[in-house]
């Protein structure tokens, strides 16, 4: 049996129709197939490799790592400086109320380790999200998804739980006393890349502050530079009680984190002690390989390169069949009439040595989130095929 053969019969599959591409080598912004064949990545692991793939400076921070040692005990009496470091350089780079880092696996786990500790910080049971949002498919993030359609074949799930509208005003009112937390992506991302306006999130934040709500962020996908900004409430003028981080946080290795105040962070841990637990989150390998990949952001200031990058993509993709395109810095939704058109688009792309895919909530439009290290020549050429491949249908 070959090694497609073997991977439909033996690896759990997500869907019934998977890519199955098989990638022997990433490098920067391409993949290469067992073939040969070049890709322009344009999902970039869905915003997971914001400093490209395999960077020389995380790669080396993995050597190094591995040398001293791997997983010993992530948490419980051990000082490990990868950990260490890691969470003193993200508070060095957020707001002061946000300066204790609780790392988990991954950001589904991440939200996890919120809910818990608004419910624990606050003693309200009640958590209020938003319709379109996506968190996770851990039993906990997947009650809080915003679609039907994913948590119904999977009830009960957990109680209390209210799902808003996006950007509604009105809704605000829902949020009271009773309310544990709200959470909200900054951007939606599987909503096809949909911002609130800079009144609405200073609304949201106003409303929880009133009610003792706490306000959760989710900046998994938003976070890193993504958005044109280190972290995407900084564009609404915000700060959050507590936010979630994961994808571009591990620098390609798999981490997530929560982050809060310590005074919030410290009541997981008594009544009961080990209030929150994790065997492998905040693993030294996978700190160091992202404390390089946050290094390499801010040393080659990735950020300052994404407006020219958006006006690219603004310029470059005007086609009579994309009805619209939806971004936020370097970040876009191209849409299309169907999922059916989008995925003979997206389909033609990889055929032409371009991957990318479609958004969970918006399944007629084409995912644009590549490294935020391509260039501006590679970008052009991925519209280019993007727009041929329009042609062609």
Same mark, same amino acid.
């Given at each position: 049996?070959?090694?497609?053969?073997?991977?439909?019969?033996?690896?759990?599959?997500?869907?019934?129709?998977?890519?199955?591409?098989?990638?022997?080598?990433?490098?920067?912004?391409?993949?290469?197939?067992?073939?040969?064949?070049?890709?322009?990545?344009?999902?970039?692991?869905?915003?997971?490799?914001?400093?490209?793939?395999?960077?020389?400076?995380?790669?080396?921070?993995?050597?190094?790592?591995?040398?001293?040692?791997?997983?010993?005990?992530?948490?419980?009496?051990?000082?490990?400086?990868?950990?260490?470091?890691?969470? +003193?350089?993200? $508070? /060095?780079?957020?707001? !002061?109320?946000?300066? *204790?880092? &609780?790392?988990? %696996?991954?950001?589904?786990?991440?939200?996890?380790?919120?809910?818990?500790?608004?419910?624990?910080?606050?003693?309200?049971?009640?958590?209020?999200?938003?319709?379109?949002?996506? +968190?996770?498919? $851990? /039993?906990?993030?997947? !009650?809080?998804?915003? *679609?039907? &359609?994913?948590? %119904?074949?999977?009830?009960?799930?957990?109680?209390?739980?209210?799902?808003?509208?996006?950007?509604?005003?009105?809704?605000?009112?829902?949020?009271?006393?009773?309310?544990?937390?709200?959470?909200?992506?900054?951007?939606?991302?599987?909503?096809?890349?949909?911002?609130?306006?800079?009144?609405?999130?200073?609304?949201?934040?106003?409303?929880?502050?009133?009610?003792?709500?706490?306000?959760?962020?989710?900046?998994?996908?938003?976070?890193?530079?993504?958005?044109?900004?280190?972290?995407?409430?900084?564009?609404?003028?915000?700060?959050?009680?507590?936010?979630?981080?994961?994808?571009?946080?591990?620098?390609?290795?798999?981490?997530?984190?929560?982050?809060?105040?310590?005074?919030?962070?410290?009541?997981?841990?008594?009544?009961?002690?080990?209030?929150?637990?994790?065997?492998?989150?905040?693993?030294?390998?996978?700190?160091?390989?992202?404390?390089?990949?946050?290094?390499?952001?801010?040393?080659?200031?990735?950020?300052?390169?994404?407006?020219?990058?958006?006006?690219?993509?603004?310029?470059?993709?005007?086609?009579?069949?994309?009805?619209?395109?939806?971004?936020?810095?370097?970040?876009?939704?191209?849409?299309?009439?169907?999922?059916?058109?989008?995925?003979?688009?997206?389909?033609?792309?990889?055929?032409?040595?371009?991957?990318?895919?479609?958004?969970?909530?918006?399944?007629?439009?084409?995912?644009?989130?590549?490294?935020?290290?391509?260039?501006?020549?590679?970008?052009?050429?991925?519209?280019?095929?993007?727009?041929?491949?329009?042609?062609?249908?």
């Amino acid at each position: 049996m070959n090694l497609r053969q073997l991977f439909l019969q033996h690896v759990a599959q997500t869907s019934m129709a998977p890519l199955a591409l098989e990638i022997v080598r990433a490098e920067g912004c391409e993949l290469f197939d067992a073939s040969g064949k070049r890709y322009i990545d344009l999902i970039g692991g869905i915003s997971v490799a914001n400093t490209g793939h395999r960077h020389p400076k995380v790669v080396e921070a993995i050597r190094k790592q591995l040398d001293a040692y791997m997983h010993v005990m992530v948490y419980g009496e051990f000082v490990q400086s990868p950990q260490v470091q890691y969470a +003193h350089l993200l $508070t /060095q780079h957020l707001p !002061s109320s946000l300066n *204790s880092v &609780y790392f988990t %696996n991954s950001g589904a786990e991440a939200i996890e380790g919120a809910m818990k500790l608004a419910k624990r910080v606050t003693g309200r049971t009640e958590i209020i999200a938003f319709k379109d949002s996506y +968190h996770g498919s $851990t /039993q906990g993030a997947l !009650s809080i998804i915003g *679609s039907e &359609y994913w948590r %119904n074949a999977f009830r009960p799930l957990l109680p209390g739980i209210q799902h808003l509208t996006y950007h509604s005003f009105e809704d605000l009112a829902f949020i009271t006393e009773h309310t544990a937390c709200v959470i909200a992506e900054t951007v939606q991302a599987e909503g096809g890349v949909k911002p609130p306006t800079k009144e609405w999130m200073q609304a949201l934040r106003k409303r929880c502050t009133e009610t003792g709500t706490l306000l959760v962020l989710d900046e998994i996908q938003a976070g890193f530079g993504r958005t044109g900004k280190l972290w995407g409430f900084e564009h609404f003028e915000v700060i959050p009680d507590i936010m979630t981080l994961g994808k571009a946080l591990g620098g390609g290795m798999p981490l997530g984190a929560f982050i809060s105040h310590v005074g919030l962070m410290n009541q997981l841990a008594d009544n009961p002690v080990l209030g929150h637990i994790t065997t492998f989150g905040g693993h030294p390998v996978c700190c160091a390989a992202g404390m390089a990949a946050f290094q390499v952001l801010l040393e080659e200031n990735l950020v300052a390169g994404i407006p020219a990058k958006e006006a690219l993509l603004k310029r470059r993709l005007e086609h009579p069949d994309i009805k619209a395109v939806h971004k936020f810095g370097l970040w876009a939704a191209v849409e299309f009439d169907s999922f059916e058109q989008c995925k003979k688009v997206i389909d033609r792309c990889i055929e032409k040595g371009l991957i990318s895919d479609w958004f969970l909530f918006a399944s007629n439009c084409l995912r644009i989130s590549p490294p935020l290290t391509i260039s501006e020549e590679q970008l052009d050429r991925a519209c280019s095929i993007i727009i041929e491949s329009i042609d062609e249908m």
